[in-house]
């Protein structure tokens, strides 16, 4: 039986991108089993709204993802994870 992702918050840090305010939040991701599994999780963040980008690493099991504070919280990023 396969597990659904799990995040767990590791680092937020902020970070400006050309005038506006955005934050840079590294997430740990248990629970991915395969490329299908990054693909799914990297589309979900990609579709929530203030989410500007996302990179979902297998092996690392972490996803690295800027968002907008503003219009994303972490809460909604971890709905998009799982």
């Given at each position: 039986m396969m597990t659904r992702p799990q995040a767990m918050t590791i680092a937020p840090t902020p970070h400006p991108?050309?005038?506006?305010?955005?934050?840079?939040?590294?997430?740990?991701?248990?629970?991915?089993?395969?490329?299908?599994?990054?693909?799914?999780?990297e589309r979900s963040l990609k579709q929530t709204p203030g989410v500007i980008q996302a990179s979902v690493n297998l092996a690392s099991e972490e996803a690295l993802i800027e968002y907008a504070p503003t219009q994303a919280k972490p809460a909604d990023l971890q709905r998009a994870i799982t």
């Open positions: 991108i050309s005038g506006s305010s955005s934050t840079t939040l590294l997430v740990g991701i248990r629970g991915m089993h395969c490329a299908s599994c990054v693909e799914k999780i």
